[in-house]
């Protein structure tokens, strides 16, 4: 599952979800843009830094050097194949790969070179069923589908879209819940409920120990008072 924040992160630890995967899918779910092609020069520093685990690469058999370099370092790397959301627009938006016989055959060739190059999974996003099956079958690590269909070893969502959080999901998605629309009215309400002075009530305001609240009071009625003896004197 994705989280973006300690929030949704911790939801998902909570929920005992294997991994939580911080994707750049939050370039459009968080942060409102129309793509997730972002630059990649803060990846190191996300392995310093930011203490993740492993890092997630896309790309088929161009990216296996790359691969290779890392993990014989001992960087642990997620392949990613089918369609890649930062190379989408060259692959003619975000579109099924692999619907053809040569397409398909060219994608188990990448998952083979990236399983040969040292990936410890793969994710296999907006593939055919049958094709993303034969890709998990043939090889000895796990693919984690992305609308690739029930024979991946396990399945990955983005969370903002399972939740129902950000409108129009693709077809590969279950909403699980419609949470928007239920933010969408609490928020309505808090905006009535500050207009009507109906919140905060009581409950939600902290009091004063009653002496201490008459003294106060004292010394309001008395600051009026001289208040009202300095405007006098301005007026004459």
Same mark, same amino acid.
């Given at each position: 599952?994705?989280?973006?924040?300690?929030?949704?992160?911790?939801?998902?630890?909570?929920?005992?979800?294997?991994?939580?995967?911080?994707?750049?899918?939050?370039?459009?779910?968080?942060?409102?843009?129309?793509?997730?092609?972002?630059?990649?020069?803060?990846?190191?520093?996300?392995?310093?830094?930011?203490?993740?685990?492993?890092?997630?690469?896309?790309?088929?058999?161009?990216?296996?050097?790359?691969?290779?370099?890392?993990?014989?370092?001992?960087?642990?790397?997620?392949?990613?194949?089918?369609?890649?959301?930062?190379?989408?627009?060259?692959?003619?938006?975000?579109?099924?790969?692999?619907?053809?016989?040569?397409?398909?055959?060219?994608?188990?060739?990448?998952?083979?070179?990236?399983?040969?190059?040292?990936?410890?999974?793969?994710?296999?996003?907006?593939?055919?069923?049958?094709?993303?099956?034969?890709?998990?079958?043939?090889?000895?690590?796990?693919?984690? !589908?992305?609308?690739?269909?029930?024979?991946?070893? !396990?399945?990955?969502?983005?969370?903002?879209?399972?939740?129902?959080?950000?409108?129009?999901?693709?077809?590969?998605?279950?909403?699980?819940?419609?949470?928007?629309?239920?933010?969408? !009215?609490?928020?309505?309400?808090?905006?009535?409920?500050?207009? @009507?002075?109906?919140?905060?009530?009581?409950?939600?305001?902290?009091?004063?120990?009653?002496?201490?609240? @008459?003294?106060?009071?004292?010394?309001?009625?008395?600051?009026?008072?001289?208040?009202?003896?300095?405007?006098?004197?301005?007026?004459?």
């Amino acid at each position: 599952m994705t989280a973006h924040d300690y929030p949704t992160g911790t939801l998902v630890d909570k929920a005992g979800i294997d991994m939580t995967l911080v994707g750049d899918s939050l370039a459009m779910v968080a942060l409102g843009y129309t793509s997730t092609s972002e630059a990649v020069n803060n990846a190191v520093r996300m392995l310093k830094e930011g203490k993740v685990e492993a890092v997630k690469l896309e790309g088929g058999k161009e990216m296996a050097p790359t691969i290779a370099q890392l993990t014989k370092v001992g960087i642990p790397v997620l392949g990613h194949i089918g369609l890649t959301p930062q190379r989408q627009a060259s692959l003619g938006g975000y579109k099924v790969q692999g619907k053809s016989v040569a397409k398909a055959r060219a994608m188990i060739d990448d998952a083979i070179a990236l399983q040969e190059a040292g990936c410890y999974a793969i994710v296999l996003e907006a593939v055919p069923a049958p094709v993303a099956t034969h890709i998990t079958n043939v090889l000895s690590i796990p693919t984690i !589908g992305i609308g690739a269909g029930a024979g991946c070893s !396990g399945q990955v969502l983005v969370q903002q879209d399972m939740l129902g959080l950000y409108g129009r999901v693709p077809r590969f998605c279950k909403t699980y819940r419609a949470l928007a629309d239920d933010i969408v !009215g609490a928020l309505k309400e808090f905006s009535a409920d500050v207009k @009507s002075r109906a919140f905060p009530a009581d409950e939600h305001t902290y009091p004063m120990p009653q002496e201490e609240l @008459s003294r106060f009071l004292q010394f309001m009625s008395a600051d009026k008072v001289v208040a009202e003896k300095a405007r006098i004197a301005d007026n004459q």
